[in-house]
Each structure stands twice: as structure tokens, then as C-alpha cells.
Nanobody
Framework: QVQLVESGGGLVQAGDSLTLSCAFSGRATRQAAIGWFRQTRGKEREFVASINWNGANTYYPDSLKGRFTISRDHAESTVYLQVNSLKPEDTAVYYC???????????????WGKGTLVTVSS
């Protein structure tokens, strides 16, 4: 059974940096792609980043390239999302996601975490 547990959200100031963590467990996660989406109220869940099973390949939407960095620590069974130069529009619930194959859309996701709220004040 796959479990994804996010942590690291909270209230931050615009311009700050933040690192979110996704602790993953379950046999299927050993070779799963893992990534992040975010969602604000009334909007669709937005793809933020993903990383393949061995950490060799990372994926970002063009709109977010530059400020977001995803990484994977196999020993800790954790995927990290570092966000620099936070903006108020980065305020959202950030969800960890996993799938058997690399993904960039919601349809490609097999498992979801429960999310962690990030609030960026101006």
C-alpha cells in the first residue's frame, strides 16, 4: 500500500524560501515517479514538478521553471520540493503525487497525499 505524507507547509513571507517534504512508503514507490501539484480554491490542481524513480530526470511546467526544484533521497524515502522567492500567488495546498510512470498531468497520477497548506503573505 502506497502512502505519501507531506510536511513543511506553513505561513511564510513573500521572498522567502521553503522546502516541502513528501515521505513515501510502500513497495510500489521504489520505482515510482513522484511529484507535486498545487491547488487553490476554485481552481484545478496544477502540476508543479515530478521526478523519475532514480532521480535522474525532473520535469517542470514552463511557467514554474527557475524557482522550483524537486529532488529525491532514496535513503530517506523522501522527495523534496524547494521553492525560492515565494510569491503570494504561490499560496495553495501542495499535494504529493506518485505514479508507476513519469507524469505531468493529473491523469497520470496513481496515488495522492493529503496535502500541505502553504500561505505566502505579502
Amino acid at each position: 500500500q502506497v502512502q505519501l505524507v507531506e510536511s513543511g507547509g506553513g505561513l511564510v513571507q513573500a521572498g522567502d524560501s521553503l522546502t516541502l517534504s513528501c515521505a513515501f512508503s510502500g513497495r510500489a514507490t521504489r520505482q515510482a515517479a513522484i511529484g507535486w501539484f498545487r491547488q487553490t480554491r476554485g481552481k484545478e490542481r496544477e502540476f508543479v514538478a515530478s521526478i523519475n524513480w532514480n532521480g535522474a530526470n525532473t520535469y517542470y511546467p514552463d511557467s514554474l521553471k527557475g524557482r522550483f526544484t524537486i529532488s529525491r533521497d532514496h535513503a530517506e524515502s523522501t522527495v523534496y520540493l524547494q521553492v525560492n522567492s515565494l510569491k503570494p500567488e504561490d499560496t495553495a495546498v501542495y499535494y504529493c503525487a506518485a505514479a508507476r510512470a513519469v507524469f505531468r498531468t493529473i491523469r497520470g497520477v496513481d496515488w495522492w497525499g493529503k496535502g500541505t497548506l502553504v500561505t505566502v503573505s505579502s
